[in-house]
C-alpha cells in the first residue's frame, strides 16, 4: 500500500469572475521513503494540490472531488478538527516557500517552536524547550542553546528556513511537503537547504514532496517527477528517465528554457505566450495553445494519460494509437533535436 494516493483530486475557486478550476483532476502516487517533485510555472496548480493534502484551503476554494487516502486512511472525510489533530503536523508537515512570513515577528523562534511540540506531543515546557533545541541543531543552527531564544530578524534567510524545517519535524512526521524552500536564496544557501532535506530524509525516514518551478532543485533531491500545467499533471517518470526522454511538449520546452552554464543565447528557447486563466481553461489539451507541434484533434479531445509500461507516463495525444502523425514529434530546435536536455548529464 502506498503512503500516499490520489486520485482524481479537483479543488476549484469560486469567484466572482467565475470557478477557477486550479486542480482538476489529478492522480499521482507516493511510496514511504520516496521523494517527489512536483514541478510547473506559477499558476500550474503546485502549491494549490499539495495544501489540498492537508485541507488548508479556505474560502473561496475547496476540493470539490477526489480521493486523498493517506496510509489507507481517507482524509477528505475527515473534520477540520481531525485534520488539525491528527495529521497536520503530526503525518504530514509543511515548509512553506516564505519563512519570513510563516515566523511571527514578535516572538522568538524558540517560542514558536515550543508552542508547536507542546500542542502536538503534550510535553512540558522543559521537555519542549530541550527537543526545539536538538531539532534546531539537527537541521544547522549553530549555538542552539543561544538563538533559540533569537527573534526571526535576526537570522539569516537560510536560517529561518532551517528553522522552519525544524518545526516541521518537531512531531517526527511520515511526509514532509516542501512548497518552493529555495524560493530567494541564493545559491550557496539553495544547495545547502536541499543538502538538510537529504540528510533529514535519511535520517528521520519520512518521504517528501517538493513543489517547485526550478528543474534544478527535483534533479538534485527527487526519484520521481509529475509535471503540472493548469491544473493537470501532464508528464511523470522517474527523475532520470524524464531528462533523459522528456516525452510531453510542456516538460521539453521546460528543459528548453532552463538557463546552463555553458548555454549560449541561441540556445536558450523560452516558452511562448503564457499560461491561460483557469476560469476558462482551453478545451482539449490545456497546453495546445502554447504548444509548437499541436495539431486539429488536440483542441477536440482531452488527453489521457499513456503508460508504456516503464513507469512513464504522459498525456498527449502524439502518443496515441491513432495519432495521424507517423511518430511522436519532439519539439526540436537547433542542438537539441533528440529531446534530450542539454544541459543535464548522469555525472
Known amino acids: 500500500m502506498s503512503l500516499l494516493a490520489v486520485e482524481d483530486l479537483r479543488t476549484y475557486f469560486f469567484t466572482p ?22 514541478v510547473g510555472e506559477s499558476g500550474a496548480g503546485k502549491s494549490v494540490a ?17 480521493s486523498i487516502r493517506f496510509e489507507g486512511r481517507e482524509l477528505t472525510d475527515l473534520s477540520e478538527e481531525q485534520l488539525r489533530r491528527e495529521i497536520r503536523g503530526n503525518e504530514i508537515a509543511i515548509v512553506f516557500q516564505d519563512a519570513m512570513s510563516a515566523l511571527n515577528p514578535v516572538f522568538t523562534v524558540g517560542s514558536q517552536l515550543v508552542e508547536v511540540i507542546r500542542e502536538n506531543t503534550g510535553r512540558t515546557e522543559t521537555e519542549a524547550r530541550a527537543r526545539a533545541i536538538e531539532l ?99 508528464e511523470t517518470a522517474p527523475y532520470e528517465e ?14 528548453n528554457s532552463v538557463v546552463t552554464p555553458d548555454a549560449t543565447l541561441d540556445g536558450i528557447d523560452p516558452i511562448e505566450g503564457t499560461m491561460p486563466s483557469g476560469v476558462s481553461p482551453p478545451s482539449g489539451c490545456r497546453f495546445r495553445t502554447r504548444c509548437p507541434v499541436a495539431f486539429d484533434e488536440c483542441s477536440r479531445l482531452v488527453p489521457p494519460r499513456y503508460d508504456d509500461g516503464t513507469d512513464h507516463d504522459v498525456a498527449c495525444l502524439l502518443y496515441d494509437e491513432r495519432n495521424p502523425r507517423d511518430e511522436p514529434a519532439l519539439h526540436e530546435r537547433p542542438g537539441r533535436g533528440d529531446g534530450s536536455a542539454e544541459g543535464f548529464t548522469d555525472d
Open 242 to 255: 524524464l531528462y533523459r526522454n522528456p516525452k510531453h511538449p510542456y516538460t521539453q520546452s521546460l528543459l
Open 50 to 66: 499539495v495544501k489540498s493534502l492537508m485541507g488548508l484551503i479556505r474560502e473561496p476554494g475547496r476540493v470539490v472531488d477526489g
Open 17 to 38: 469572475e467565475g470557478i477557477v478550476q486550479a486542480v482538476d483532476g489529478i492522480d499521482f502516487e507516493l511510496e514511504a521513503g520516496e521523494s517527489l517533485g512536483i
Open 136 to 234: 534546531l541543531d539537527d537541521v544547522g543552527i549553530p549555538d542552539p542553546e543561544q538563538r533559540i531564544d533569537e527573534y526571526p530578524h535576526q537570522y539569516s534567510g537560510g536560517m529561518q528556513q532551517r528553522a522552519m524545517i525544524a518545526m516541521a519535524l518537531a512531531c517526527d512526521p511520515k511526509l514532509i511537503i516542501a512548497d518552493e524552500p529555495t524560493t530567494a536564496l541564493d545559491v550557496t544557501i539553495q544547495a545547502g537547504i536541499l543538502d538538510l532535506f537529504e540528510d533529514i530524509q535519511e535520517r528521520y525516514d519520512t518521504s517528501v514532496i517538493y513543489v517547485t518551478h526550478d528543474l534544478g532543485v527535483v534533479r538534485e533531491v527527487c526519484d520521481r517527477v509529475a509535471v503540472m500545467y493548469l491544473g493537470k499533471i501532464v
